[in-house]
């Protein structure tokens, strides 16, 4: 068990397998590095640099002296890690990373399972207008995440929506949306709508590249339509699900612009309502470049455990049933 | 403290003819020895107001022309993020020759040394603004770091019409105040009066303002912040209430809702400044011509005193080449008499300098009030009332934490004291933060 798990997983780039050294030898040691060249000055100049420089301001504040008028009153210096402590001490911080789970534990298991059960009824035989549908289904992913939003946001004020004049008619309750619990569900219904048809298209290619003998053989075992579905369809897009599921969850961890632009129209959603959030209030509000970067790393090494934690879950999970 | 400001303006000074130094051998290695200050010049302008470039035009066409100074308008967003662009163009020493400040940002300008000193050059425009204006581009010291260009004092803005049919009258102090909103209440339940907005930072500033309050001050080195003095406590203490007891609305304004309900009488009264005619034309354009004007409420009978809510200035960055030509443009942008004319009528602004409000410029009243004849000579009388207001370093944390605080206090009708001191506290915490010395 422990030998396949040291196997690299496809998704973290792993170049593929080297070339024999009989024949590596014959072609003169520089050529590999000479073919390395490109792409790895492109990775140290837009990918190593910039993280670097982030990590630099975020081991640096600026102190000022006195009143802090006039030139040199301020200076760059040293903060070892005092970003980062106040980063992670920072209640602020730590309340929007739960709103963030709360969202997510919303916004994933909702639109995965909408996205595979749109891709399971249009790989069905008995569906109709199946282009249209389809295209239907994933037309909110073209439409920009800000927009979406706007849109939503229009839809949710209980002064300008259409769907609250319907409930007043009717004499329905009207829920407020844009605050306390509702406005999870608010917040998720726009990621949701927007990310579903993107899902949905990465699951149904997978289901179309099954071979059609399958179900035959299936279907002459017995297997109705449903039994297909659960034991033959889903197994076989497992690997579809996961990497849906891995963006899924950068996706959520990076949210930013459905609160932002929902913000205006409530009191509910803070400045710093999402760790990204947060990290934008000190770069642009507050002009914090050190603690926004600080911020920003925290993020990020957050979101490499979660999604590469869970990638190797995954992996090691159906490692473990091909070992079976 | 005098000795200090001395002796930091010496040592700008002599940064300043260092720099200029430089520039010199640079200019004179390249062309024969001419000289930068009356030499051509070319100014980059960072700016927000629409139709600047036509106004600039005019300077280029003409003045610019015979002096040889050239200026680029670069339009920019405004607010707060153009406050940082500012700040990282200067760390990389790339920042532009002139930009526009709002008043409450340049303390943050002034401390991370990006906008100069233009005393020498532009100090004797201070005749041509109202005290309280011009004390804002110097904070208080004897340095000249921006030349006003618009301002924004507040007033009570109300449809005529609804007061009329509610039998109330237009308040004079802000107890008379919560009495109309609450005797709108009683005639009609499902109209309020106003709202009180936490998405604004600048209204409650101006309103703060207008009770007294100096929410930055300086003692010594040492900076004093004020935000939850007794003058602003007041004002806290009166919106929270009418908004606990439900006198008036509590959600947010520039919000679509928020538009409606102005455009269908919902709201029937608005706080806001000299700029008003401008939102309420997009935002409530069934209702021109029942909007009136008149002074903010006051805290005492027989007072005269309002806030400002709003206004910009240019100033001349340190990063710049040639910060007599700079300064030279800035003060013609500001104070001549073409230059504002075109300002009012490309920009729409409310000019800063005090013979331009009653200028021909403003003698018809905005499209929008054309009920109300006399509206930009009864601004002008308003405006020379502005209370004198105090601005620190870090306004933009201040102005987060108010709209986060005061947000949820709002949200919940529960204590804006609580907010008030939330808003203290982290403003105190971020000037330790960056090292500040902060009088208790």
Same mark, same amino acid.
């Given at each position: 068990?422990?030998?396949? &798990?040291?196997?690299?997983?496809?998704?973290?780039?792993?170049?593929?397998?080297?070339?024999?050294?009989?024949?590596?030898?014959? &072609?003169?040691?520089?050529?590999?590095?000479?073919?390395?060249?490109?792409?790895?000055?492109?990775?140290?100049?837009?990918?190593?640099?910039?993280?670097?420089?982030?990590?630099?301001?975020?081991?640096?504040?600026?102190?000022?002296?006195?009143?802090?008028?006039?030139?040199?009153?301020?200076?760059?210096?040293?903060?070892?890690?005092?970003?980062?402590?106040?980063?992670?001490?920072?209640?602020?911080?730590?309340?929007?990373?739960?709103?963030?789970?709360?969202?997510?534990?919303?916004?994933?298991?909702?639109?995965?399972?909408?996205?595979?059960?749109?891709?399971?009824?249009?790989?069905?035989?008995?569906?109709?207008?199946?282009?249209?549908?389809?295209?239907?289904?994933?037309?909110?992913?073209?439409?920009?995440?800000?927009?979406?939003?706007?849109?939503?946001?229009?839809?949710?004020?209980?002064?300008?929506?259409?769907?609250?004049?319907?409930?007043?008619?009717?004499?329905?309750?009207?829920?407020?949306?844009?605050?306390?619990?509702?406005?999870?569900?608010?917040?998720?219904?726009? !990621?949701?709508?927007?990310?579903?048809?993107?899902?949905?298209?990465?699951?149904?290619?997978?289901?179309?590249?099954?071979?059609?003998?399958?179900?035959?053989?299936?279907?002459?075992?017995?297997? #109705?339509?449903?039994?297909?579905?659960?034991?033959?369809?889903?197994?076989?897009?497992?690997?579809?699900?996961?990497?849906?599921?891995?963006?899924?969850?950068?996706? #959520?961890?990076?949210?930013?612009?459905?609160?932002?632009?929902?913000?205006?129209?409530?009191?509910?959603?803070? #400045?710093?309502?999402?760790?990204?959030?947060?990290?934008?209030?000190? !770069?642009?509000?507050?002009?914090?470049?050190?603690?926004?970067?600080?911020?920003?790393?925290?993020?990020?090494?957050? #979101?490499?455990?979660?999604?590469?934690?869970?990638?190797?879950?995954?992996?090691?999970?159906?490692?473990?049933?091909?070992?079976? | 403290?005098?000795?200090?400001?001395? %002796?930091? =303006?010496?040592?700008?000074?002599?940064?300043?003819?260092?720099?200029?130094?430089?520039?010199?051998?640079?200019?004179?290695?390249?062309?024969?020895?001419?000289?930068?200050?009356?030499?051509?010049?070319?100014?980059?302008?960072?700016?927000?107001?629409?139709?600047?470039?036509?106004?600039?035009?005019?300077?280029?066409?003409?003045?610019?022309?015979?002096?040889?100074?050239?200026?680029?308008?670069?339009?920019?967003?405004?607010?707060?993020?153009?406050?940082?662009?500012?700040?990282?163009? %200067?760390?990389?020493?790339? $920042?532009?020759?002139?930009?526009?400040?709002?008043?409450?940002?340049?303390?943050?300008?002034?401390?991370?040394?990006?906008?100069?000193?233009?005393?020498?050059?532009?100090?004797?425009?201070?005749?041509?603004?109202?005290?309280?204006?011009?004390?804002?581009?110097?904070?208080?010291?004897?340095?000249?770091?921006?030349?006003?260009?618009?301002?924004?004092?507040?007033?009570?803005?109300? =449809?005529?019409?609804?007061?009329?049919?509610?039998?109330?009258?237009?308040?004079?102090?802000?107890?008379?105040?919560?009495?109309? *909103?609450?005797?709108?209440?009683?005639?009609?339940?499902?109209?309020?009066?106003?709202?009180?907005?936490?998405?604004?930072?600048?209204?409650?500033?101006?309103?703060?303002?207008?009770?007294?309050?100096?929410?930055?001050?300086?003692?010594?080195?040492?900076?004093?912040?004020?935000?939850?003095?007794?003058?602003?406590?007041?004002?806290?203490?009166?919106?929270?209430?009418?908004?606990?007891?439900?006198?008036?609305?509590?959600?947010?304004?520039?919000?679509?809702?928020?538009?409606?309900?102005?455009?269908?009488?919902?709201?029937?009264?608005?706080?806001?400044?000299?700029?008003?005619?401008?939102?309420?034309?997009?935002?409530?354009?069934?209702?021109?011509?029942?909007?009136?004007?008149?002074?903010?409420?006051?805290?005492?009978?027989?007072?005269?005193?309002?806030?400002?809510?709003?206004?910009?200035?240019?100033?001349?960055?340190?990063?710049?080449?040639?910060?007599? @030509? *700079?300064?030279?443009?800035?003060?013609?942008?500001?104070?001549?008499?073409?230059?504002? *004319?075109?300002?009012?009528?490309?920009? $729409?602004?409310?000019?800063?300098?005090?013979?331009?409000?009653?200028?021909?410029?403003?003698?018809?009243?905005?499209?929008?009030?054309?009920?109300?004849?006399?509206?930009?000579?009864?601004?002008? @009388?308003?405006?020379?009332?502005?209370?004198?207001? *105090?601005?620190?370093?870090?306004?933009?944390?201040?102005?987060?934490?108010?709209?986060?605080?005061?947000?949820?206090?709002?949200?919940? =009708?529960?204590?804006?004291?609580?907010?008030?001191?939330?808003?203290?506290?982290?403003?105190?915490?971020?000037?330790?933060?960056? $090292?500040?010395?902060?009088?208790?």
């Amino acid at each position: 068990m422990t030998s396949t &798990r040291k196997e690299p997983s496809g998704v973290t780039g792993t170049p593929g397998g080297r070339p024999s050294p009989a024949r590596a030898r014959s &072609r003169g040691r520089g050529a590999p590095y000479l073919f390395l060249l490109p792409a790895t000055v492109l990775f140290a100049l837009f990918f190593a640099l910039p993280i670097g420089y982030a990590l630099w301001l975020s081991l640096h504040k600026v102190e000022v002296k006195g009143l802090g008028l006039g030139a040199g009153a301020r200076q760059e210096v040293w903060a070892g890690l005092a970003n980062y402590a106040d980063a992670l001490t920072d209640s602020e911080l730590l309340a929007g990373a739960l709103r963030v789970v709360g969202y997510g534990a919303i916004v994933v298991p909702v639109m995965l399972g909408l996205a595979l059960v749109f891709a399971l009824m249009l790989d069905s035989e008995k569906v109709r207008l199946t282009r249209f549908t389809r295209l239907a289904i994933f037309l909110p992913y073209a439409v920009p995440g800000v927009v979406a939003a706007l849109l939503w946001g229009f839809l949710y004020l209980p002064d300008v929506s259409p769907f609250y004049f319907v409930l007043d008619k009717l004499g329905l309750p009207q829920p407020d949306l844009l605050d306390g619990g509702p406005l999870y569900l608010a917040l998720s219904n726009i !990621a949701v709508w927007g990310g579903t048809g993107f899902n949905m298209i990465v699951i149904y290619t997978s289901l179309r590249a099954i071979p059609h003998e399958v179900y035959e053989a299936a279907r002459l075992d017995g297997a #109705t339509p449903l039994q297909i579905a659960l034991r033959i369809k889903i197994p076989m897009v497992a690997p579809s699900l996961v990497l849906t599921f891995f963006f899924s969850i950068i996706a #959520t961890l990076q949210v930013f612009s459905e609160p932002t632009t929902l913000k205006p129209l409530t009191n509910s959603v803070s #400045t710093t309502w999402s760790p990204l959030m947060k990290v934008y209030q000190d !770069a642009f509000g507050k002009g914090d470049i050190h603690s926004a970067a600080a911020g920003a790393v925290l993020i990020a090494v957050a #979101t490499l455990v979660l999604s590469f934690g869970f990638l190797r879950v995954a992996n090691s999970r159906s490692q473990q049933e091909e070992a079976r | 403290m005098p000795t200090n400001t001395k %002796h930091r =303006r010496f040592v700008a000074t002599a940064v300043a003819v260092t720099l200029g130094a430089t520039t010199l051998a640079a200019c004179g290695s390249s062309d024969d020895d001419s000289d930068a200050q009356s030499g051509p010049a070319k100014l980059t302008y960072w700016t927000w107001t629409p139709g600047m470039d036509k106004v600039v035009d005019l300077w280029n066409k003409g003045p610019g022309k015979e002096q040889q100074i050239t200026v680029t308008v670069k339009k920019q967003a405004s607010g707060d993020t153009l406050v940082t662009k500012i700040l990282t163009a %200067h760390k990389a020493g790339k $920042g532009p020759d002139l930009v526009q400040a709002e008043y409450q940002a340049l303390p943050t300008l002034v401390s991370n040394d990006a906008v100069a000193d233009i005393a020498d050059e532009a100090g004797e425009a201070k005749d041509d603004f109202a005290e309280g204006v011009w004390q804002q581009t110097t904070l208080g010291s004897d340095a000249v770091y921006a030349i006003p260009q618009d301002i924004g004092p507040m007033m009570f803005y109300y =449809r005529e019409d609804l007061f009329k049919e509610y039998g109330l009258t237009v308040p004079t102090t802000w107890d008379k105040f919560a009495k109309t *909103a609450r005797k709108l209440k009683e005639e009609a339940p499902d109209v309020d009066l106003t709202t009180f907005s936490a998405n604004d930072s600048g209204l409650f500033a101006g309103l703060a303002q207008q009770a007294g309050a100096q929410w930055w001050t300086t003692e010594g080195q040492k900076w004093k912040v004020g935000i939850d003095d007794a003058a602003t406590q007041k004002v806290a203490d009166f919106w929270g209430g009418l908004v606990a007891e439900g006198a008036i609305d509590n959600q947010p304004m520039y919000t679509p809702a928020w538009n409606k309900a102005l455009n269908t009488g919902k709201q029937i009264a608005w706080v806001s400044a000299v700029w008003a005619p401008g939102t309420l034309t997009t935002a409530a354009p069934d209702t021109a011509g029942k909007w009136k004007m008149a002074p903010l409420p006051q805290w005492s009978k027989g007072e005269e005193t309002t806030g400002s809510w709003g206004g910009s200035s240019t100033a001349v960055t340190t990063d710049s080449d040639n910060k007599g @030509a *700079a300064a030279k443009f800035a003060t013609w942008l500001n104070t001549d008499r073409e230059a504002l *004319a075109a300002l009012a009528k490309e920009g $729409g602004i409310y000019p800063a300098a005090t013979t331009a409000q009653l200028s021909d410029a403003f003698a018809e009243p905005p499209a929008y009030f054309s009920n109300q004849p006399d509206f930009y000579t009864q601004a002008a @009388a308003i405006a020379k009332t502005t209370a004198p207001s *105090a601005w620190g370093p870090n306004v933009n944390v201040a102005y987060t934490s108010f709209k986060d605080a005061f947000a949820a206090a709002a949200k919940d =009708r529960s204590d804006f004291g609580d907010a008030l001191k939330t808003m203290q506290e982290s403003t105190v915490a971020d000037l330790e933060k960056q $090292g500040f010395e902060v009088a208790e």
